[in-house]
């Protein structure tokens, strides 16, 4: 289905009344913040990510897409992460952004996905077209394809001021390697990379390699997929949830990934306002110390076993 915005108007009208009432959770307190490291800009510790954000999904999905974001914004919400690899998701959340007026007060970052220059830029050209705005604030290599080439074109635009920030991403452990060639021989500010208590193994080398050069993180999966779901089932939380002011399995697990010492930000992919709301709220309240983030490995290992 072509998304037109004359539908995503027509999902407005319902909703944004809806979105922009009062709720109980703004009047919280505001969200934790971490410092990227190129900069100095403080930025929110969560973000969203929108590799479900679909152009074929029927009328009333959509409507829900649209007050996902609306939510997110509300509730404080700031970092967007899609990619023109996720079907439609930058035509359809630059829509969103645009007719909610949110854009420029999102931090959005995208993602580069071919090999040779002249693709690169083509398709950079598009992702600026379809995400509404005249800038970045973060372009990353998807996949860490065609890295070379396309961090050299990458480069230059950050200098003319079209993206703020650069980076690459990677969702398994298998490119580690290349990834940390990467690390070791280009100027970076963020790298992404799949950490999570379902899977520690960016946390052997990648991640304190990117507190050594001073690479700010973003962690993709933070949920395994829905995998860390499954694996507790219909299980009471732990009496350790308290300590960590946490009141869901998805603050548990996203404040797992906070509370590793490279201030990762985690980016669980959301397509549901009550999710947002759930996810932003592990960005407040007290995060695990060492000693209890080893004893939620020792929770959950087990179970994923
Ligand atoms: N190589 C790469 O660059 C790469 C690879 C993979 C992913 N990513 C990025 O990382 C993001 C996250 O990855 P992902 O979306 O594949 O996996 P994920 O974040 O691990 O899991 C997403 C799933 O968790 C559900 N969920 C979200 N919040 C929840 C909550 N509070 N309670 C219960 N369920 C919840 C979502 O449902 P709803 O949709 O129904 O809310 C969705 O089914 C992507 O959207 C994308 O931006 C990048």
Redesign the pocket.
Known sequence: MKLTRRELLKASAGLAAAATLGHPSMAQSPLHRVRIPSSGEMIPSI??????YRADAGYEELMVFRD?FAHYHNLGGKIV???P??GN?EEVIGRIMADLGIRDELWV?T?VDRENRADGISRMERSFELLAGDNFDLM?I??LRGADVQLKTMRAWKEQGRFRYIGV????DRQYDRLVEIMESKPLDFI???Y?LGNRNAADNILPLAQDKSIAV????????????AAVGDRAMPDWAAEIDAS????IF?KYVMSHPSNAI???????P??????LAAARGRLPDANLRAEMERFIDPLLA
């Open positions: 973000g969203i990510g929108c590799r479900n996902t992460d899609t990619s690899n996720y998701s970052a993602k990353q998807h996949n991403t990677t969702s398994s992404q990379v799949d999570s973003l962690t993709n999966l933070p949920f395994g997929r829905g995998r860390l779901f869901s399995w998805a603050q996203l985690p980016i669980p992919g959301t397509t549901k009550h999710h947002a709301e759930d996810n």
